[in-house]
């Protein structure tokens, strides 16, 4: 069964903190994406990436860096958390091949920050 | 930006009834696809419709597509207790380019089938 892995479910971190959220995918995508999702403002999306080593912003970067330095994982890094960050993480992937048809998301990771 | 905006954003229905979700966009579209979530899950693919398409059928669901008034509806028939969760529609607009392979989100609607 082909999945995507986020690797925690519920996180909990202090306001200052430099917090990793790691995503692992087994599909041999190409494409790799992470949103955020909070109540009233659907899924926005952070960054997302279209090959190893590269990346692109999304609609709300700020705050936010990412590495993809295999094909295979894509990280979310939250240099100096805040309590504004507090919310749901999502990563997808998808392939190159079928472009966007078919996002495959992972079960998502509920960060809060204190 | 957000792109796609879903109607109603709750709904409530009696097990076995039907359920219609529908989608507004802004811009032109190359494909339009609905996806599902439970709840605090992430979210599963459920049906894609591309632009030249009027309507698709998958199972219980049926998706209609109206590109002259930029909207779309999810359709689904008989419904049961466990389809309760959040629908969202998401579009892809891109043009190719870097800036490809994304798709867009709306808020969702979120459905309760009472048993």
């Known amino acids: 069964d082909v999945k995507v892995t986020q690797s925690s479910r519920y996180l909990v971190k202090r306001t200052g903190e430099k917090v990793f959220l790691e995503c692992v995918q087994d599909?041999?995508?190409?494409?790799m994406f992470w949103y955020r999702q909070d109540p009233g403002l659907g899924l926005r999306l952070i960054y997302f990436?279209?090959?190893?080593?590269?990346?692109e912003k999304g609609d709300i970067p700020e705050g936010y860096s990412v590495s993809r330095e295999k094909k295979e994982r894509f990280s979310l890094i939250l240099e100096s958390a805040s309590t504004n960050q507090t919310s749901m993480y999502l990563c997808?992937?998808?392939?190159?091949?079928?472009?966007?048809?078919?996002?495959?998301f992972g079960s998502g990771t509920r960060l809060t920050v204190v | 930006s957000q792109q796609g905006e879903e109607d109603p954003q709750a709904l409530s229905i009696q097990e076995g009834e039907n359920a219609t979700m529908n989608c507004s966009y802004k811009?032109?579209?190359?494909?339009l696809q609905w996806y599902r979530q439970n709840s605090g899950r992430g979210l599963v693919h459920l049906i894609l419709i591309r632009s030249n398409e009027r309507e698709k059928h998958s199972g219980r669901l049926r998706v209609t597509l109206d590109t002259s008034k930029k909207s779309s509806s999810l359709l689904i028939t008989a419904s049961r207790a466990a389809d309760t969760a959040s629908y969202f529609c998401?579009?892809?607009?891109?043009?190719?380019?870097?800036?490809?392979?994304?798709?867009?989100f709306g808020k969702g609607t979120k459905l309760s089938v009472i048993p």
């Open positions: 998401a579009t892809d607009a891109s043009r190719g380019g870097a800036g490809s392979y994304q798709l867009t």
């Open positions: 997808a992937s998808s392939s190159r091949k079928t472009g966007t048809y078919g996002y495959t």
């Open positions: 599909m041999d995508h190409e494409n």
């Open positions: 990436s279209y090959d190893v080593k590269m990346k």
């Open positions: 811009t032109s579209i190359n494909n």
